[in-house]
């Protein structure tokens, strides 16, 4: 077995890591521990947000399920076409919904941060980018790292998504 040199080892490690080093994570916007709900969510208010009624079902059931983002909201997500997904913000303290905000592939977000990132970087999406890299759909996506503080959401960073699937391997 081959032996690899500490100088390159540290290449190697740092050089791999350096290119998601200029993109937000989660472990870097974290939730206090005082904020993270325990319990049974509040049921979902649909009067609380304009536009709710349409998606009354979705949104009732995915509430029931609790928090998922930031500590005590849950984040519900509909269908509204392809390519196309609206992700609800439910406070699982109030029941309140508090926004929404819309994505092309999907949303990632975790309950111990405030940290939602808008159509990431996903190996399997790459892959069809690929195939069809001319596609018009890959043009207009965008990857947006955005914040939620004080109910509302807060972009703190957006690319090009064909950019941002670079830092896969």
């Known amino acids: 077995m081959k032996k690899i ?3 390159l080892l540290a290449f190697m490690i740092l050089g791999s890591s ?3 080093a200029q993109y937000p994570d989660f472990a870097q916007n974290p939730v206090p521990d005082r904020e993270m709900f ?3 969510p509040a049921p979902v208010d649909i009067l609380s947000y304009k536009d709710a009624e349409e998606y009354r079902v979705q949104l009732t059931a995915g509430a029931t399920k609790g928090p998922n983002f930031a500590g005590h909201y849950t984040i519900v997500t509909t269908e509204c076409g392809p390519l196309c997904q609206e992700n609800w913000v439910v406070d699982a303290q109030t ?3 508090k926004d929404k905000i819309h994505s092309e592939l999907y949303a990632r977000y975790q309950p111990d941060s405030n940290l939602i990132i808008v ?3 996903d190996p399997d999406i790459k892959v069809g980018y690929e195939k069809d890299p001319g596609a ?3 043009r207009e996506i965008k990857t947006s790292y955005i914040l ?3 109910d509302k959401f807060n972009l703190i960073h957006q690319d090009n998504w064909t950019n941002v699937i670079k830092i896969l391997r």
């Open 5 to 7: 040199k500490p100088a």
């Open 18 to 20: 350096s290119s998601f």
């Open 38 to 40: 325990e319990g049974t």
């Open 95 to 97: 029941g309140k919904i």
């Open 119 to 121: 159509n990431p970087p």
């Open 136 to 138: 018009a759909q890959w």
């Open 148 to 150: 939620w503080s004080d």
